[in-house]
């Protein structure tokens, strides 16, 4: 059985900084592309980040490019979200995502339950 599990939401002043983190079981870890995404009250949810299954290519939407970074460590089997220069638009529910390949353009295999990230002004 598959499970995401995110951790690292909190509440952080606007210019600030958090790091998401996010493991996964039940499937190779290294053999899948990963995201994180998100989802605002009354939005709908959107993709904020992806990395494929090694790591070598990485896609950004376009209101967080310059300011997250995501990462994978491949031994810790692991992925992060560093997020910095954070906006209260930022507040949401943050989600990671196994995808069901190596490639980002691929569908969602599994969601992680949600951490959320609160950005105060």
């Known amino acids: 059985q598959v499970q995401v599990v995110e951790s690292g939401g909190g509440l952080v002043q606007a210019g600030g900084s958090l790091r998401l983190s996010c493991t996964a079981s039940?499937?190779?870890?290294?053999?899948?592309?990963m995201g994180w995404f998100r989802q605002a009250p009354g939005k709908e949810r959107e993709r904020v980040a992806c990395?494929?299954?090694?790591?070598?290519?990485?896609y950004y939407g376009d209101s967080v490019k310059g300011r997250f970074t995501i990462s994978r460590d491949r031994a810790k089997k692991t992925l992060y979200l560093q997020m910095n220069s954070l906006r209260p638009e930022d507040t949401a529910m943050y989600y990671c995502?196994?995808?069901?390949?190596?490639?980002?353009?691929?569908?969602?295999?599994?969601w992680g339950q949600g951490t959320q990230v609160t950005v105060s002004s």
């Open positions: 995502a196994a995808y069901s390949a190596q490639s980002c353009s691929y569908s969602v295999l599994k």
């Open positions: 039940g499937l190779t870890f290294n053999s899948y592309a």
């Open positions: 990395i494929t299954w090694s790591g070598g290519n990485s």
